[in-house]
């Protein structure tokens, strides 16, 4: 048996998947050593967060159960709407103490009172200004509830939390490397329900953003539109596509997902507008997808053209070996989940 990797657990709306990498410092030249993904009901997570624990955690077990994973230690996420993240500049101090001083350094800016919150700072430069040495970085604010009912869900099926990272982030870490270290990338993850938008400029996470749509609420638009179940509307979606000509008969579906794509890109490329007006002469250099709402048709084109950017699906195994007996398609490749491999590649505290 080969040596025990870490392992990145991603609690998505749709599925819980987790992946095990041994070797290579960080993100570089590791292998996948295991693979397991359990689909959930609808319902099961919310919105990045568990909503019914029993069957997240019957989900897990069940998970563990059939990929033989090493270890029952696991790297997971939070992300969504409620959890903030902001660019800031705090006088210069050691990490620790600087950490230790957060509640106090932060309270107005938080939507919450930082006794419900759980705070960190991920420290990416310094300058010297005229108030004197100061430390750059992203301010993480999350609400305890938050993050309690995914540990508690991961807990209860023998698993041990080591580390809970900012999935963005996790993102980043999986898909930014190669070419894109030295220019600013805007790595876009279309989930089911939420959409993060991470920017990193040389590698360095610069902006996140979570929208709270994704393919499932397109889903929701065609099975409305054309009072069909979910299933069937979920086969539609995907044969129609955005952007595409479309026989009478579609016209109905299309609209109805267009109606939901069109905000959705929308909001997106007002995140890039937003973000290049902060950060002057510092353009975003292109845009990587993943997610599995990113894969419905035309729709890095239709971002592509509405954003005047260069679009591509990211290529999370490229920077990977994948053990033998995996039975990873490398055709399958380009649309392998991203956020359990940078969930992986995270350094525990
Ligand atoms: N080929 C495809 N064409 C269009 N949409 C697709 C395709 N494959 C998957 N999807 C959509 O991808 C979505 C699921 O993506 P993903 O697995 O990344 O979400 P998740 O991580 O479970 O959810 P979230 O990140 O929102 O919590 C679903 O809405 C599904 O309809
Ligand atoms: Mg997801």
New binding site residues.
């Given amino acids: 048996m080969a040596k025990s990797g870490v392992i990145g657990l ?6 819980v ?1 987790a992946a095990e990498v041994v070797g290579g410092r960080g993100r570089q030249g590791g292998t996948l050593v295991r693979y397991g993904e359990v689909a ?1 009901p609808p319902g099961a ?1 919310r ?2 967060e568990v909503a019914d624990q029993p069957t997240v955690t019957a989900a897990l077990k069940q998970l563990w159960a059939g990929a033989k994973f090493s270890t029952r230690q696991v790297n997971i996420g939070i992300g ?1 709407q409620r959890v903030v993240v902001r660019e800031m500049e705090l006088p210069w101090m050691p990490l620790p103490q600087l950490k230790a001083s957060l509640p106090f350094q932060v309270q107005e800016m938080l939507p919450m009172s930082t006794d419900e919150a759980l705070l960190d700072f991920y420290p990416t430069g310094e300058v010297t200004t005229a108030a004197g040495r100061m430390v750059q970085g992203m301010l993480v604010a999350a609400t305890k509830d938050t993050v309690r009912a995914n540990v508690m869900a991961v807990e209860s099926a023998g698993l041990r939390p080591q580390l809970v990272d900012l ?1 963005p982030f996790a993102l980043m870490r999986a898909v930014v490397h190669g070419e894109m270290a030295g220019r600013t990338v805007a790595v876009v ?8 938008v991470i920017i990193a400029a040389e590698g360095t996470p610069r902006f996140v953003r979570v929208l709270p749509s ?6 929701d638009a065609v099975a409305g539109a054309l009072g069909c179940s979910a299933p069937d509307a ?1 086969a539609i ?2 044969e129609v ?1 955005i952007g595409f000509a479309v026989p009478p008969e579609r016209t109905a579906a299309a609209e109805a997902i267009s109606n939901v794509v069109r905000p959705l890109v929308e909001a997106v490329r007002n995140t890039f507008v937003y973000y290049a007006s902060n950060h002057p002469g510092a353009g975003i250099d292109m845009v990587v997808l ?8 035309g ?1 890095g084109q239709y971002l592509a053209s509405a954003s005047r950017l260069a679009v591509s699906m990211a290529d999370p195994l490229s920077i990977l070996r994948v053990g033998k007996g995996l039975g990873i398609d490398p055709s399958r490749h380009a ?1 392998f ?1 991203a ?1 359990p491999l940078g969930l992986a590649y995270g350094v525990a505290a």
């Fill in positions: 991603d609690i998505g709306t749709t599925s998947r959930l997570v919105d990045g969504n999935s993850d279309i989930g089911a329900r939420i959409t993060q994704g393919g499932g609420n397109v889903t979920e979606k995907r596509g993943t997610g599995g709402g990113s894969q419905l048709p729709l649309t989940p956020m």
